[in-house]
């Protein structure tokens, strides 16, 4: 007695999509990619600062800092975490030497510019972007995940 189940056409279209979709998702990080995440901070509240590097620095211990890319975008009254006037700037420093990317927002950096008389002094090893919100979009358009503390 022969089985109908393989003679089937639908039947052999809908196993082959299966497995070419198990083969795909199998080898989705063995060509190199990497989970990828930008977290937003863009409040001066220093419990809700801690918690956007501390999600930092679980998920680098959960993949492995080879296996995810993670960026931390600061803008608004947030920036302030990356400048040296904060309680943070150490942690900062450190993080930006394991593989946890730090960018400020020139346009906050600017206004604060205009009330202070100078820019504000950054910790070491954070860079900077335009515009922290546009950096957040474009992050997100290459495939990273958001998280808002």
């Known amino acids: 007695m022969k089985s109908t189940l393989l003679t089937n056409p639908l039947t052999k279209l809908f196993a082959l999509l ?3 979709i198990s ?3 199998n080898t989705a990080f063995a ?3 990497k989970h990828k ?3 937003q901070v863009s409040t001066d509240d220093a419990r809700t600062q801690k918690i956007a590097m501390n999600n930092a620095v679980n998920l680098q211990k959960l993949y492995g800092p080879d296996n995810i890319d993670i960026e931390i975008v600061a803008y608004g009254p947030g920036l302030k975490m990356l400048t040296t ?4 700037t150490q942690r900062v420093k450190s993080l930006s030497v394991q593989d ?3 960018s400020a927002c020139m346009n906050t950096m600017n206004k604060m510019k205009k ?3 100078h820019l504000p002094k950054l910790s070491e090893g954070v860079g900077t972007v335009q515009a922290g919100v546009a950096r957040i979009i474009e992050l997100q358009e290459e495939g990273y995940s958001y998280v808002r503390p």
């Open 18 to 20: 299966i497995l070419s």
């Open 31 to 33: 060509d190199g990619a």
């Open 85 to 88: 006037d904060s309680i943070f």
């Open 100 to 102: 946890i990317k730090f």
């Open 37 to 39: 995440l930008v977290i």
């Open 115 to 117: 009330k202070m008389g």
């Open 23 to 25: 083969l795909l998702s």
